[in-house]
């Protein structure tokens, strides 16, 4: 199955693709969950929100605890693993693809999640407000032939919602700071395994080196070039699910390592774990 392609299996209306599940509906048979096993390379942008009770979430490696009026969320080429617990109490998960995305009238920049952050707590009329549209979708979703912008008209609603409660925080950040650093992460996507240096990306940017390293702490936490690294770790873990054959040194060139045991090291140092101890665990 192709990323960014919603499975064409678990759709819900006949025009779009896009599926919600609630404590009574929506959830697929035992057998299908078998078939997409214990962890997923996604292929859909995926939304949990809980009203009542409490989730956890592992996402790319790290757990994520979910509680009362906290949605998580989660974007395409990610590694989720399912849930070992049981559901919280109240909740609406929600999944859809980039193909349902376009068709809506604006973009979210929260999408490129540039804040580093994939779970955001909502005050209490915020929380109803979106538990209502959660509800309304959950609503038309149950007819497949339902309109298919009526949908679309929710969908950008809710998303304009968690939009705006994603940067309520930070507002603090100036918009052109915000904008550098959707900048650098953009860049990075696209030239990842040229591991391109920070002096490049500064130049690309139109910010010195200094300027480039405040702006990418301030909103990452960590330096440019740790980010660049975490991120290649990253997805040294992505392909190593996807591809449990790959050898370490095909690994290393494949995300531009010259050096094999440098890579080797690096992955050790990061993960707390050697690639032959990895690949044992997803054996298993």
Do not use: W
Not at 25 to 34: Q, R, T
């Amino acid at each position: 199955m192709p990323l960014n392609t919603f499975p064409e299996n678990l759709s819900q209306n006949k025009e779009l693709s896009i599926r919600i599940v609630s404590p009574e509906f929506g959830h697929i048979s035992s057998e299908m969950a078998v078939q997409y096993g214990s962890a997923q390379r996604l292929p859909y942008y995926f939304f949990l929100f809980v009203l009542r009770g409490n989730s956890q979430e592992v996402i790319d490696g790290k757990t994520v605890e979910v509680g009362e009026h906290e949605l998580f969320f989660a974007l395409p080429h990610q590694l989720r693993q399912l849930p070992t617990t049981g559901h919280s109490a109240d909740y609406y998960k929600l999944g859809f693809d980039d193909e349902c995305l376009s068709r809506l009238p604006k973009k979210f920049p929260f999408l490129l999640n540039p804040l580093n952050r994939q779970k955001i707590s909502f005050p209490p009329d915020a929380a109803l407000r979106l538990r209502n549209t959660f509800k309304i979708l959950n609503e038309l979703l149950r007819t497949a032939d339902n309109d298919p912008e009526l949908i679309l008209a929710y969908l950008n609603s809710l998303l304009t919602e968690i939009n705006a409660a994603y940067y309520a925080l930070h507002k603090k950040h100036t918009a052109a700071g915000l904008d550098k650093f959707l900048g650098f992460k953009l860049f990075v996507e696209d030239n990842l395994t040229d591991q391109p240096a920070i002096t490049e990306i500064a130049d690309k940017l139109a910010l010195s080196t200094d300027c480039l390293y405040r702006i990418v702490k301030q909103h990452s936490g960590v330096s440019p070039k740790e980010f660049i690294t975490d991120r290649l770790i990253m997805e040294a873990r992505r392909r190593m699910y996807n591809n449990q054959n790959t050898s370490v040194k095909e690994l290393a060139f494949e995300l531009g390592f010259n050096d094999p045991s440098y890579f080797s090291r690096l992955f050790k140092k990061l993960t707390g774990k050697t690639i032959a101890a990895f690949y044992r665990d997803l054996s298993l």
